[in-house]
Antibody, heavy 118, light 110 residues
Framework: EVQLVESGGGLVQPGGSLRLSCTASEFTFYRYWMSWVRQAPGKGLEWVANIKGDATVKYYSDSVKGRFTISRDNAKNSLFLQMDSLGAGDTGIYYC???????????WGQGTLVSVSS | EIVLTQSPGTLSLSPGERATLSCRTSQSVSNTYLAWHQQKPGQAPRLLIYGASNRATGIPDRFSGSGSGTDFTLTISRLEPEDFAVYYCQLFVSSPPTYTFGQGTKLEIK
């Protein structure tokens, strides 16, 4: 069964940085696009960024463009999200999700909580 | 930018009843690009339906998806206690290849 395990969340001050990780297993990681999706407390899902299997193509939502960087290490089956210039609006649970290759996310990790507060 | 609007915001029903959830897109989209996810409290989302009408692996047949163009529907034929959750529609946007979600419908026990 596909497994995605996020880590790296925590409490950070406004303007600070955080790096999230997602470790994947039980599938051929480099063949798949991967996404980060977040969820503010009590709110809905918001797509954040995605990255092609070979890491040559990346896209970001307008709300994080220029502040967040998605990357991956296929040798380690790992996905990352470097988050800089964090603000209160970035607080929430961050999920990594696999892109099925057929226009939907088919597997999700359990998420990691990011709290931005002074 | 395509906007997804889900209705109702909250749906109150009893076990055994039929649930009908709507997802409308602000412009016509391909069925291929529309999916539904279920999220229970404290859990990650789970894929239910892809390509507007295809059940994901392991999803019971009481869940069905339909629709085309701008109007899509998730139907739960006979509600089980474990079906009370929040449901999101998801759209793949091809240029650039990104995703957007509806705001969700909360299905609660009446």
């Amino acid at each position: 069964e596909v497994q995605l395990v996020e880590s790296g969340g925590g409490l950070v001050q406004p303007g600070g940085s955080l790096r999230l990780s997602c470790t994947a297993s039980e599938f051929t990681f480099y063949r798949y696009w991967m996404s980060w999706v977040r969820q503010a407390p009590g709110k809905g899902l918001e797509w954040v960024a995605n990255i092609k299997g070979d890491a040559t193509v990346k896209y970001y939502s307008d709300s994080v463009k220029g502040r967040f960087t998605i990357s991956r290490d296929n040798a380690k089956n790992s996905l990352f999200l470097q988050m800089d210039s964090l603000g209160a609006g970035d607080t929430g649970i961050y999920y990594c999700a696999r892109d099925s290759g057929n226009y939907f996310n088919d597997f999700w990790g359990q998420g990691t909580l990011v709290s931005v507060s002074s | 930018e395509i906007v997804l609007t889900q209705s109702p915001g909250t749906l109150s029903l009893s076990p055994g009843e039929r649930a009908t959830l709507s997802c409308r897109t602000s412009q016509s989209v391909s069925n291929t690009y529309l999916a539904w996810h279920q999220q229970k409290p404290g859990q990650a989302p789970r894929l239910l339906i892809y390509g507007a009408s295809n059940r994901a692996t392991g999803i019971p047949d009481r869940f069905s998806g339909s629709g085309s163009g701008t109007d899509f529907t998730l139907t739960i034929s006979r509600l089980e206690p474990e079906d009370f959750a929040v449901y999101y529609c998801q759209l793949f946007v091809s240029s650039p290849p990104t995703y957007t979600f509806g705001q969700g419908t909360k299905l609660e026990i009446k």
